[in-house]
């Protein structure tokens, strides 16, 4: 059982280049969510979504894109990379309802010269 | 959004107990309380919630206030792996969106 899968696990990048960072979870969980984790920092939510086509912003989305479409993947996208962004990001999952627990995945660390 | 409040830092001593407060008091009727530990260079992992009772679980224990404006988890004998940062949080009705504050973070000292 995979969980939560996060790739890359490590990225370089310039300035203004743009990527996409991949979760997949195979636990058929409606619920996912993306955070990002600054040096010394809490966990601060980017964007979530609650099922397939289902998306909504979070606390910090600027700068970010994401879609829904499968129950499975929730790719989340930097559109033009700016050394702000510079964090470790994860990746969630749950299944729906307020006593169900999140899974996260391993995270990605990415660095934006 | 309905926030919590942890202390930034404690300290404790192996295979004592450590008590892990969290205050929320603008916590609504149908909002659980979860926490979540995060060791190092590792993402969060889940510990325990509960709504209103009290609850046990092979890692901790979940005590909660009566008005439920607050909650304490507790580690009954503190080991060396369970120093990490310690978050609570409020799973809302809309449980999609869960906010995380900047946790505790516990040292377990030899």
């Known amino acids: 059982n995979a969980g939560v899968t996060q790739t890359p696990k490590f990225q370089v990048l310039k300035t203004g280049q743009s990527m996409t960072l991949q979760c997949a979870q195979d636990?058929?969980?409606?619920?996912m969510s993306w955070y990002r984790q600054d040096p010394g920092m809490g966990l601060r939510l980017i964007h979530y979504?609650?099922?397939?086509?289902?998306?909504d912003q979070g606390e910090v989305p600027n700068g970010y894109n994401v879609s829904r479409s499968t129950t499975e993947d929730f790719p989340l996208r930097l559109l033009s990379a700016a050394p702000s962004q510079t964090s470790v990001y994860f990746c969630?999952?749950?299944?729906?309802?307020?006593?169900?627990?999140?899974?996260f995945g391993d995270g990605t660390r990415l660095s934006i010269l | 959004d309905a926030k919590t409040t942890q202390p930034n830092s404690m300290e404790s001593n192996e295979e004592e107990p450590v008590h892990l407060p969290c205050n929320h008091s603008?916590?609504?009727?149908?909002?659980?309380i979860h926490w979540y530990r995060q060791l190092p260079s590792q993402g969060p992992e889940y510990v325990i919630h509960?709504?209103?009772s009290n609850v046990n679980n092979r890692m901790a224990s979940l005590a909660i206030a009566e008005d439920r404006k607050s909650s304490t988890l507790i580690l009954h004998r503190a080991t060396l792996r369970d120093a990490a940062v310690y978050y609570c949080?409020?799973?809302?009705?809309?449980?999609?969106?869960?906010?995380f504050g900047d946790g505790t973070t516990l040292t377990v000292k030899p």
């Open positions: 969630a999952s749950s299944y729906g309802g307020t006593r169900q627990p999140q899974h």
């Open positions: 636990m058929n969980h409606e619920y």
């Open positions: 979504s609650v099922g397939a086509g289902i998306t």
């Open positions: 603008t916590i609504s009727g149908t909002d659980y």
């Open positions: 509960g709504l209103t």
């Open positions: 949080i409020l799973r809302k009705t809309n449980a999609g969106k869960s906010t």
